[in-house]
């Protein structure tokens, strides 16, 4: 089955400055990786998807890169706000169906001002 | 619209009790799940559903029961509760042929 990682251990820093969280998967390479921004007491929330023949997605101040040879997906905020401060969750649909989607476990971000 | 609606927003229970946590969404949605979401473990899919009267399995199903008899309707039982499904509980939503989930706010559950 598939197995994501995404670091567990938050990630703080300053205002106006790009974090990049990571998700790493193992197995096989997944037709799409969906990002989600949960804050605390909340559900999570869509924010990008990236197919497997797309290098690159943007929307306003994130951006996505979807590497198949690595195996890994990099999610940016550039200018960041403490607004931004939440923890964003990968998500993979399976190798079979695309009904069981599979979550990481999340990387808290800390934006500082 | 309202989205994805969960009730309730907590709960205590005892050991082996049963209850139902209800879930409804007013997208039109064929599809739907339940998730739980425990610290360092991610969110785990229970069950899930691709239309009114059919269900099927997801990675945690024991101890949980769902049916689905409206569109709209979702509800999770826990026959007989376990301190092991003290948790926080979602349930989602995505459109045919869509591929993004719509989340409810969630249900805290504790099982003491």
């Known amino acids: 089955s598939q197995k994501i990682e995404q670091n567990s251990e938050a990630l703080n820093i300053q205002e106006g400055k790009t974090a990049t969280l990571t998700c790493n998967y193992t197995?096989?390479?997944?037709?799409?990786l969906q990002w989600y921004r949960q804050d605390p007491g909340r559900g999570p929330v869509f924010l990008l998807l990236?197919?497997?023949?797309?290098k690159e997605k943007r929307k306003e101040r994130l951006k996505v890169t979807f590497d198949t040879t690595l195996k890994q997906s990099l999610f940016h905020i550039t200018a960041s706000q403490p607004a931004d401060s939440a923890t964003y969750l990968c998500a993979l649909p399976p190798d079979t169906g695309f009904q069981k989607l599979v979550f990481g476990t999340g990387t808290r971000l800390l934006v500082s001002p | 619209n309202a989205g994805v609606t969960q009730t309730p927003k907590f709960q205590v229970l005892k050991t082996g009790q049963s209850m139902t946590l209800q879930c409804a969404q007013d997208m039109n949605h064929e599809y739907m799940s339940w998730y739980r979401q425990d610290p360092g473990m991610g969110l785990r899919l229970i069950h899930y559903?691709?239309?009114?009267?059919?269900?099927d399995q997801g990675e945690v199903p024991n101890g949980y029961n769902v049916s689905r008899s409206t569109t709209e309707d979702f509800p999770l039982r826990l026959l007989s509760a376990a301190p092991s499904q003290t948790s926080v509980y979602f349930c989602?939503?995505?459109?045919?042929?869509?591929?993004?989930?719509?989340f409810g706010s969630g249900t805290q559950l504790s099982v003491l």
């Open positions: 989602a939503s995505r459109a045919t042929g869509g591929e993004k989930l719509f």
């Open positions: 197995n096989y390479s997944p037709a799409y």
């Open positions: 559903s691709v239309g009114a009267g059919i269900t």
């Open positions: 990236i197919r497997e023949n797309e």
